[in-house]
Each structure stands twice: as C-alpha cells, then as structure tokens.
C-alpha cells in the first residue's frame, strides 16, 4: 500500500518546517511525502483571478506563491533528505520551469494536480523525463480524463490515477468511493484516492474499497495558517491512518476459503455443543423441546444441530438434570 503524505503548502514558506515535517512524517510509516513545487512567475499572470488579499502576511496569493518558492539547491536538499530516511520524493509542478528544477532534486514520482491534468504541455515535459506519474482526476470528467491517459499512454509513461473530489474538507457526500473501481475498470491502472476529509476513517475506507494508493494532507496542527489545514491530518492521525491501512490492504491480500473450516476442528469439538437433558427425567418419558439444552462439547450426545430428531422419542432409561443425551438413551 502506498501511502503519500502531502506537506503541500504546510510549511508555509519556511526550510526549516519543511525538514521537520520530512523527520517526523519518517516516524509514521508512510511511504512517500509530496510537496507543490511553485514558480511563481512562470505559473501566474496579472490576469489570475486568484490574484486577491490573501492573507495578512500576503499581499495577494501571487506574493504567497513566491512565499512558497524555494531554491533548486534547496529542493535538492529537500530530495536527499527525504532520500535518507526512506521516503519517496514526491511533488507536483504548476509549470514546466518547476519541473526543471525538480528534476535537478531528482524527484521520484511527479504528482499532476488536478487543474493541471488538461495542462498537455505541462504533461509533456513531464512525460520527457521518464518517470512514473501520479494523475489526481478531481475536476476533471471521464472525457476529459479519457484524452489524458490516451496521452501518456502514446509516450509509455507509467502512471495510477486517484479519485479526488477538490472540495477542501470533503464532505462524506462528495467522497466519490465508486469511482475507485470505476476508474479501475476504465483504465486498468493502478488507482487510489487523495484525501481532503481530514478524518482517518475516511482513508481505512477506501483502503477497504480496494484503493492502491493513499494520499492525504498533514500538518502539526489544524489551527495553523495554511489553505489546506482545516482539510489536513495531524502526524499522530498519521500514524493510526498508515495501521489501519496497511492492515486493511494485508486483509485484502488474503482472501479467505469459506468453503474450507478445516483449520477450525479443534475449536469446534470445543465450542460446538451436544444435547442434554434439563432435568430428571424418567425411563419412558416421551422427549419434547423444552427437555433439552446444548452443552460443551460436541461428541459427547447427540449433535444440538440435530435436536428435531429426538423430539417424540421415549427414554430408554433414567436421566439425570443435565446428563447429555445419546442415541442409547433412546427408542429410534
């Protein structure tokens, strides 16, 4: 089960938050962490509608993109360290400046955001650079979607696709739990889902729906600043999401035989049980439901699962409160 958590934009600017969130994520069990790498000035143009107050610290979100940037040796340094402690290098480019300089860090795994998955020059120079691609088909429909893949099939380009809905936190009526085996079933490549719900049942969910692939936002606390905290996990909801999900995909790897109780013998001579009676009961008396009770074990009477077969019978002898009830102490 591959498990990304998305730092995204939680560091809010800062290195030394990025690292921090690099050492703790390595403690939780996840598999990879994601980041958004932004240009600001190769991705935005005055005309950008989002190009309002942001916040108190951000003139505009154009100023909170550059906010955001860091260095190409910064990012590189971001890679290795996530290198170092096992963790896959993963990050979504909004131009293709942004994937020069990730493939200088080099990046493992390319995530394409959702606005982005129309973005065919951006999929492009994606595509030149061989690696494996993550596609988040939030906003897009299955036509526009269906153009995409047909793309990156024609390049030979490995990627999975992700069932997300772009509503920050997702709601349960907007999860979209279906598509995992419709997209699946249309595309025939790994699928998984990208979490906005803030909740861990929500990831166990879709873990159990079969997804393949698992990302989800983090931050050290919801009520820091950020676009995506209020739709994030906290690290130590990472690490009850990652159990359950790495147990929930180990199940799904282990069908269970219905058909075969085999294994089970011991424990059924245990717990099954024999037939009774309840109380004294005279040699000669004519046996009815409410003369017997089921016992522990089984073998020792008359299996309890065939009671109907005693009903009516006579007694051959006397029996005592509780004594079990064999087919020699009856007239067949």
Same mark, same amino acid.
Not at 13 to 33: K, R
Not at 78 to 106: M, T, W, Y
Not at 254 to 266: M, T
């Given at each position: 089960m591959t498990t990304i958590a998305e730092i995204g934009q939680a560091h809010d600017g800062s290195l030394g938050a990025v690292h921090a969130y690099i050492d703790a994520l390595a403690q939780t069990g996840v598999?990879?962490?994601k980041f958004q790498t932004h240009i600001a000035h190769a991705e935005s143009s005055i005309h950008e509608p989002f190009r309002i107050k942001f916040s108190s610290q951000d003139k505009t979100r154009y100023d909170y993109w550059k906010r955001m940037e860091f260095t190409p040796e910064?990012?590189?340094?971001?890679?290795?360290?996530?290198? +170092?402690?096992?963790?896959? =290098?993963?990050?979504?480019? &909004?131009?293709?400046?942004?994937?020069?300089? %990730?493939?200088?860090?080099?990046?493992?795994?390319?995530?394409?955001?959702?606005?982005?998955?129309?973005?065919?020059?951006?999929?492009?120079?994606?595509?030149?650079?061989?690696?494996?691609?993550?596609i988040s088909?939030?906003?897009?429909?299955?036509?526009?979607?269906?153009?995409?893949?047909a793309f990156l099939k024609e390049r030979e380009v490995q990627f999975s696709v992700l069932q997300c809905t772009t509503s920050y936190p997702t709601a349960p009526e907007q999860y979209g739990f279906n598509v995992i085996q419709e997209l699946k079933d249309r595309y025939g490549v790994p699928v998984g889902f990208s979490d906005h719900s803030a909740k861990v049942s929500t990831g166990i969910a879709a873990a159990a729906l079969g997804a393949e692939i698992? +990302?989800?936002?983090?931050? =050290?606390?919801?009520?820091? &600043?950020?676009?995506?905290?209020?739709?994030? %996990?906290t690290i130590n909801e990472v690490k009850d999401l990652v159990t359950g999900v790495n147990s929930v995909h180990a199940a799904l790897k282990q069908p269970v035989n219905k058909s075969d109780n085999s294994a089970f013998g011991s424990l059924k001579s245990i717990f099954e049980k024999s037939l009774a009676v309840n109380k004294d009961l005279a040699?000669?008396?004519?046996?009815?439901?409410?003369?017997?009770?089921?016992?522990?074990?089984?073998?020792?009477?008359?299996?309890a699962a065939d009671f109907e077969s005693v009903l009516g019978k006579a007694l051959k002898k006397d029996l005592?409160?509780?004594?079990?009830?064999?087919?020699?102490?009856?007239s067949l």
């Amino acid at each position: 089960m591959t498990t990304i958590a998305e730092i995204g934009q939680a560091h809010d600017g800062s290195l030394g938050a990025v690292h921090a969130y690099i050492d703790a994520l390595a403690q939780t069990g996840v598999t990879a962490v994601k980041f958004q790498t932004h240009i600001a000035h190769a991705e935005s143009s005055i005309h950008e509608p989002f190009r309002i107050k942001f916040s108190s610290q951000d003139k505009t979100r154009y100023d909170y993109w550059k906010r955001m940037e860091f260095t190409p040796e910064q990012w590189q340094a971001i890679g290795d360290h996530c290198r +170092e402690l096992g963790l896959q =290098f993963i990050s979504s480019p &909004f131009s293709n400046a942004a994937v020069a300089v %990730l493939e200088e860090a080099k990046v493992d795994v390319y995530k394409v955001g959702s606005g982005e998955v129309n973005n065919f020059l951006l999929l492009e120079k994606i595509a030149q650079t061989g690696k494996p691609v993550i596609i988040s088909s939030g906003m897009s429909n299955y036509s526009e979607l269906d153009k995409t893949v047909a793309f990156l099939k024609e390049r030979e380009v490995q990627f999975s696709v992700l069932q997300c809905t772009t509503s920050y936190p997702t709601a349960p009526e907007q999860y979209g739990f279906n598509v995992i085996q419709e997209l699946k079933d249309r595309y025939g490549v790994p699928v998984g889902f990208s979490d906005h719900s803030a909740k861990v049942s929500t990831g166990i969910a879709a873990a159990a729906l079969g997804a393949e692939i698992l +990302e989800f936002h983090v931050v =050290f606390d919801r009520a820091q &600043f950020g676009p995506d905290s209020s739709s994030s %996990l906290t690290i130590n909801e990472v690490k009850d999401l990652v159990t359950g999900v790495n147990s929930v995909h180990a199940a799904l790897k282990q069908p269970v035989n219905k058909s075969d109780n085999s294994a089970f013998g011991s424990l059924k001579s245990i717990f099954e049980k024999s037939l009774a009676v309840n109380k004294d009961l005279a040699a000669g008396h004519v046996l009815t439901f409410n003369d017997l009770e089921a016992k522990k074990p089984k073998n020792f009477g008359i299996d309890a699962a065939d009671f109907e077969s005693v009903l009516g019978k006579a007694l051959k002898k006397d029996l005592k409160a509780w004594d079990f009830l064999t087919e020699n102490d009856i007239s067949l």
